[in-house]
């Protein structure tokens, strides 16, 4: 992506909860470099970035770099503070980090995106941005480059290594299938009986058009058309996709923001998986060293399941 070329003025970052400090404005970072991050504590390719800014605040910081992570929630599970600071600490953040739970932060910064980075100079000025996951070089020779503009004349490291294999250079990177959001209010389902908003629907689990196609989800069971999710109102629900990619992810709650089960069968190679949580989360429900096909049957085994959205990469080695 190329650089800011037309000099904009950084905006104020908005009133919000502080999750972790110190709490910090662009003023009073201002003769230093920023690099804001708007993220996502259920975005798949948020939480891949994460450790690639946590090494760029330990490693710039006393350079003058200031990191601020500006948690932009995309469903109301995600704006609980206890979620995001659970999310903070299971990937072992240190820098600041602003819950933006009224997104007035990422409206003043004209944002659309998760994960999206923004590299403001000492003057203030944006300077840079990037949107999605990758570019982690680039990103940090711009880092490099504008604390020189502010007066760092020391040698600088080389940019840090891969740290996943999919992130080197010659990686192979295919558009996977697109999201898949699952409640009325975004959602795409096939089932035959459509959606009903709010209400309990017994699905017979089949779908319209033949076949599921790849961005395609069937139900069976008795399930809950709420707006941002479904909710499995009766043991063995069923929800089953189709989608290329090299992993899926599944963003799940149970009720009361609490734990639940399932099972994964791959109904292509048949394997089977049961997998639990204790908390609302993204599990990720498969993966694969290639890009493929999937053909996948969840099931829930208790009621009270909430299934938000399921993502996907497309890297690999």
């Not at 000099?7 to 910090?24: C, D, I, K, S």
Request: glycine share 10%.
């Amino acid at each position: 992506m190329p650089p800011i070329t037309v000099p904009l003025r950084a905006p104020e970052l908005a009133e919000g909860t502080w999750l972790q400090g110190p709490e910090t404005t662009l003023a009073f970072a201002r003769g230093g470099v920023v690099l804001v991050d708007f993220w996502e504590a259920t975005c798949i390719h948020c939480l891949r970035t994460l450790a690639y800014l946590e090494r760029w605040h330990r490693r710039y910081r006393e350079r003058g770099l200031v990191t601020i992570g500006v948690h932009t929630p995309e469903f109301e599970l995600s704006a609980d503070p206890a979620i995001v600071r659970r999310a903070i600490e299971e990937h072992g953040l240190s820098y600041p980090v602003l819950l933006d739970a009224e997104r007035a932060t990422w409206e003043r910064f004209a944002n659309h995106y998760w994960p999206a980075k923004y590299l403001v100079d000492h003057r203030g000025y944006l300077r840079y941005e990037h949107f999605g996951e990758g570019a982690y070089g680039e990103i940090e020779r711009w880092i490099q480059r504008l604390l020189e503009e502010a007066g760092d004349d020391r040698p600088f490291p080389e940019p840090l290594e891969p740290l996943r294999p999919e992130d080197a250079p010659g990686a192979v990177c295919r558009r996977p299938t697109a999201e898949l959001y699952l409640g009325y209010h975004r959602g795409k389902s096939l089932a035959v009986e459509g959606y009903h908003p709010e209400q309990e629907v017994e699905h017979s689990g089949e779908v319209r058009g033949g076949p599921l196609q790849p961005g395609g989800f069937g139900l069976k069971g008795r399930w809950l058309h709420a707006a941002e999710y479904l909710e499995a109102r009766f043991p063995d629900a069923e929800l089953e996709l189709v989608a290329e990619a090299a992993s899926v992810g599944l963003v799940v709650s149970g009720e009361g923001n609490g734990g639940g089960e399932l099972t994964v069968q791959d109904l292509d190679e048949r394997g089977l998986r049961h997998l639990t949580w204790d908390h609302p989360r993204l599990l990720t429900l498969a993966r694969s060293d290639t890009f493929r096909r999937w053909h996948l049957r969840l099931t829930f085994p208790r009621p009270g399941a909430h299934v938000y959205t399921v993502s996907f990469t497309g890297c690999v080695e």
